[in-house]
């Protein structure tokens, strides 16, 4: 059985908001997900539980990963480098609750959204939010500037196809948030 790394027990709060709704949620989900594996319950609902925790939180990599990825964010290699340690933890942790009781499944469980993930979203997550916050801004700042589909396509304003009506290109893909 493999061991999970100590790490301070926290719980969610407002305090680890990144201050980008979606990963909040998203975050906010995986900490509520953990806690529900105290309590009443019987082995199929913990594992179902355990593995609704696994698909949730594959799921939010991917996303974060695919945010970063259309912001062209310079430390993503490093970033994805953290996810693929903390899936392999979770694949461990699936591996070992075959032969673990209820209330070590929940207290694997609570260890690694309350520690790990918890310090993750402190630190690995809390550096990518500037880029991606200066990433919306240029895109904001873009659509302000686009004259009116009319006009583009009288103009020949630069950004829209040779039909005048569809963009040619779009310099700050809508993948991120």
Not at 96 to 124: C, K, P
Not at 143 to 153: C, E, F, Q
């Amino acid at each position: 059985m493999s061991m999970t790394p100590a790490y301070p027990k926290a719980f969610w709060s407002e305090a680890i908001e990144v201050g980008l709704p979606a990963i909040d949620g998203q975050h906010k989900r995986l900490f509520d997900l953990a806690a529900s594996f105290r309590g009443e319950g019987d082995q199929i609902r913990v594992m179902k539980t355990l593995a609704t925790l696994c698909d949730y939180t594959n799921t939010h990599l991917r996303e974060e990963e695919a945010m970063l990825q259309a912001i062209a964010y310079p430390d993503l290699s490093e970033h994805k480098q953290h996810h693929i340690r903390f899936r392999r933890m979770l694949h461990d942790f699936l591996e070992d609750s075959r032969s673990m009781t209820l209330d070590e499944i929940a207290d694997r469980a609570e260890a690694l959204i309350n520690g790990w993930f918890y310090q993750h979203i402190l630190t690995v997550d809390a550096d990518y939010v500037p880029a991606v916050k200066a990433y919306e801004a240029r895109k904001h700042a873009l659509a302000l500037a686009r004259p009116p589909l009319s006009v583009a396509r009288d103009t020949g304003w630069p950004g829209f196809g040779s039909d005048g009506l569809s963009p040619a290109y779009n310099p700050l893909p809508d993948a991120c948030c």
